[in-house]
């Protein structure tokens, strides 16, 4: 690195007998190679200087200091290493003050731990947040915030990766002080000059040790059990305990090995690379080819028809971004219990101590009700979540276009339907779009954003930018049956019914697939969302179905009996008096040993890692040929669609990141092998063939995007 690059990120200035440390490394002030380089020649720079007699370290823009650069993670590694600039920092002769007016986090609040004294300004944030990354502080964070704060306060930190306020980090004693002003510079030089006035010395937190050390080794036990249960195969949080552990036990130096030996396994864990492409992938779905040609529209008020279950959970979503919103129902019951469903959301909130009946009252304020379309003539945006029917959606829409302004947005949150035929309801098929939220929607991050053919680019940039009003992960999809998600759900459903037909029970099936890190498996995932959905789906498409495919009946046979999952008491599994974790049922395994007769199919046994490999080659081939179809931009749109979505377990990536993980080959080579049984399902998407011809993975396609 040149020193021009170290000097234009990291500028030193004096002022009075104050060096003014301020890093300047846009957008966050990670700490790049530059940036580490630039803070040691500093602190060299104040040894060296006898006038100085402190040193501020500040941040320009909006950021202290947001951590690591995480784009440096899996290269190699380049000196001076952060530990070794904060052990430098922390050792300086000179009195060390921190002035946090934003983000500090991970290695940002590991500087400012490292320093002798901080101050933070009310916008200040302040966390450990590597846990979210798949690692643990790796620069004296697990050793040095124990000792200002106590372990077991600093496990938590650590372990849920939550942000302190300035005031909470005060209290926590993160932090000395608490300054109201606005400029961090001019704060932190007056503190510094305050100090030098008292005559005070360096004061390194190494030099502190771990208050109430019996009661915070029996805190660590506790929180080690509950840790190993809860963390459902991370890797890195236990490692955490261990490291506050020898915080408590061991002398800093000792620590502060343990934590370096320990950061660097979690550095080169696979989990580490699966969380860091999701924390990109999640930052990129968001660019998108229409974001350059046009901005968005503008919108305050909105619409939703419909106040079923989405309905409600969007009209939610709308109000808690600080819209206003007319629900539009069918009748007057209709619409009370659409309202009903709203407030439900608030009463749960008020039950739990979370919000007062003055805040909803605040919120349902934005809120109208209506049975008449004519009350929406003079709204921005309407989301349509009526029942999945082509014609009902239809007669929605032209209603839609007879009362509506001209430039509102109209979107429909069909699951599956051909958005391009709601369009060609309406004389604006510019104006309409998909928004497909997810069940519970003021809850599930994910949001779909359906791009028809006839719809203008400013229409796509409002459905991003609501997202974001809504706090939504968005991802933009082509029309097709089921778009990214539910399209590729299907495929892979299919080859679970496919495996559970040959020999696997759905107990073994979602046995395996909570083993490879989701919550639920596909059945119980049926049981809640509810057999019925599915089974009329399945109904819908009978008559286009491929009579040459492989079509297995078990969940009819147990919908035709009436058993729809948890709301029906039973479905794949059996829910005595209410329970929400279900047993496993006889009569059901009866059922499957009948189908399989039926077909004169010979039962054998898989695996759990039989099991996921065929789950997973399926979920992977359709996202190949999603991919080809370009009904979804990038591999990594795939990736966050199921993580945000679906509950693929984060730490794999998503599922093009967990196939460039196994090898593109290898998966290519189960598909041919699967094959060999039933050609038409399991037909190689040509797509991954040619990226394995050519040696490539599909993360060369996010890149190329
Ligand atoms: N390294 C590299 N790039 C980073 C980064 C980091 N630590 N943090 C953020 N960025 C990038 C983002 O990718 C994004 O880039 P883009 O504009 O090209 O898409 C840009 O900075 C802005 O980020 P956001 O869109 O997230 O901006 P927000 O304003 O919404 O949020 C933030 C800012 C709260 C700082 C958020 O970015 C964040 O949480 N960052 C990660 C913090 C973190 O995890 N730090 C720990 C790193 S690991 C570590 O420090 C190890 C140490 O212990 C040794
Ligand atoms: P729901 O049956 O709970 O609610 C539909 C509501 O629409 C009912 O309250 C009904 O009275 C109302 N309605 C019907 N016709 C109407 C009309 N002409 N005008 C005004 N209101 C009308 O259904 P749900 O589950 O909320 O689904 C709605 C839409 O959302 C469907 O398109 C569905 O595919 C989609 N969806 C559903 C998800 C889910 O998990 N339930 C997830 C994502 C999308």
């Known amino acids: 690195m040149s020193d021009q690059a170290q000097a234009s990120v990291v500028q030193t200035r004096r002022d009075g007998e104050v060096l003014v440390v301020s890093i300047n490394n846009p957008p966050v002030n990670a700490l790049g190679h530059a940036v580490r380089a630039g803070l040691l020649a500093a602190v060299e720079q104040a040894e060296a ?73 009310p916008a200040a944030k302040l966390g450990l947040p590597e846990v979210n990354l798949g690692l643990l502080p790796g620069a004296g964070g697990t050793q040095r915030a124990p000792r200002l704060m106590g372990a077991e306060a600093a496990a938590d930190l650590m372990l849920t990766g939550k942000h302190l306020s300035a005031k909470a980090a005060l209290a926590a004693g993160l932090v ?95 989990q580490r690379a699966g969380l860091i492409h999701a924390f990109f992938a999640e930052r990129e779905t968001a660019k998108i080819p229409e974001a350059k040609a046009a901005a968005p529209r503008h919108f305050a008020k909105i619409a939703v028809i419909g106040g079923g279950t989405m309905g409600a959970g969007i009209t939610v979503s709308a109000l808690d971004a600080g819209l206003t919103v007319t629900m539009v129902e069918r009748d007057a019951e209709s619409i009370a219990r659409g309202q009903a469903n709203v407030e439900k959301v608030y009463n749960g909130l008020i039950a739990k101590g979370r919000m007062t009946e003055e805040a909803k009252a605040a919120i349902m304020a934005r809120y109208t009700p209506s049975i008449s379309y004519d009350a929406i003539g003079d709204v921005d945006l309407v989301i349509e979540a009526v029942f999945e029917d082509l014609e009902v959606k239809k007669a929605v829409f032209k209603e839609l276009d007879r009362v509506c302004k001209p430039g509102a947005v109209l979107a429909t949150n069909t699951s599956y339907l051909d ?44 459905a991003f930018e609501l997202a974001k009003r809504m706090k939504k992960v968005p991802v933009r999809a082509g029309v097709c049956d089921g778009f990214i998600g539910n399209r590729i759900l299907a495929v892979y459903k299919q080859a679970a019914d496919y495996i559970m037909e040959d020999g696997a029970s759905p107990y073994e099936i979602d046995a395996a697939v909570r083993g490879f890190g989701y919550p639920m498996g596909p059945f119980q995932v049926t049981d809640l969302a509810g057999g019925d959905i599915g089974w009329a789906t399945r109904k819908r498409r009978a008559a286009t179905r491929d009579p040459k495919a492989r079509y297995v009946e078990v969940a009819d046979r147990i919908c035709e009996r009436g058993w729809f999952g948890q709301k029906t008491g ?54 190949a040929k999603v991919l080809e179809e370009g009904i979804a931009l990038r591999p990594l749109d795939i990736d966050v669609t199921f993580l945000s979505g679906y509950g693929f377990p984060r730490f794999r990536g998503g599922p093009m990141k967990w196939a460039d993980m196994q090898g593109l080959d290898k998966v290519l080579a189960d598909i041919r092998e699967f094959a060999k049984e039933d050609a038409l399902f399991w037909k190689p998407a040509p797509l991954l063939e040619k990226l394995v011809a050519e040696g490539r993975d599909f993360d060369s396609l996010n890149k190329a995007a």
Do not use: W
């Open 570 to 623: 039973r479905g794949f599994y059996l829910y005595p008096q209410g329970a929400r974790v279900g047993q496993p049922d006889p009569e059901v395994l009866a059922i499957v040993d009948a189908e399989r007769a039926k077909k004169g199919v010979t039962p054998r046994q898989f695996t759990p890692d039989e099991i996921m490999r065929r789950y997973m080659a399926a979920m992977v081939n359709e996202g």
């Open 49 to 121: 200087d006898a006038a100085v007699r402190a040193v501020l370290i500040v941040g320009e823009g909006k950021a202290f200091i947001a951590g690591a650069d995480i784009r440096e993670f899996g290269k190699p590694a380049m000196p001076p290493s952060l530990p070794e600039v904060l052990n430098r920092l922390e050792g300086s002769s000179k009195i060390v003050v921190a002035a946090i007016h934003g983000p500090a986090l991970g290695g940002g609040l590991e500087v400012a731990l490292s320093a002798h004294y901080r101050i933070a300004l």
């Open 419 to 462: 958005i391009d035929a709601i369009a060609a309801a309406t004389a604006r098929p510019q104006d309409v779009i998909g928004l497909h939220f997810f069940s519970p929607a003021n809850i599930m991050k994910l949001l779909e954003i359906v791009v028809p053919a006839k719809v203008s680019p400013d229409v796509v940039t409002t």
């Open 176 to 270: 000395d002080k608490l300054v109201e002003a606005a400029d961090a510079t001019a704060a932190g030089l007056a503190y510094a000059n305050e100090l030098l006035a008292a005559g005070a010395a360096p004061r390194r937190t190494r030099d502190l040790e771990v208050a109430d050390k019996a009661a915070a080794l029996a805190a660590l036990d506790t929180l080690a059990a509950e840790t190993a249960k809860k963390s459902r195969g991370l890797f890195s949080p236990l490692k955490i305990v261990e490291c506050v552990r020898a915080a408590v036990e061991l002398p800093f130096d000792e620590g502060i090995a343990k934590e370096r030996a320990l950061f660097v396994e979690c550095l080169n864990s696979p």
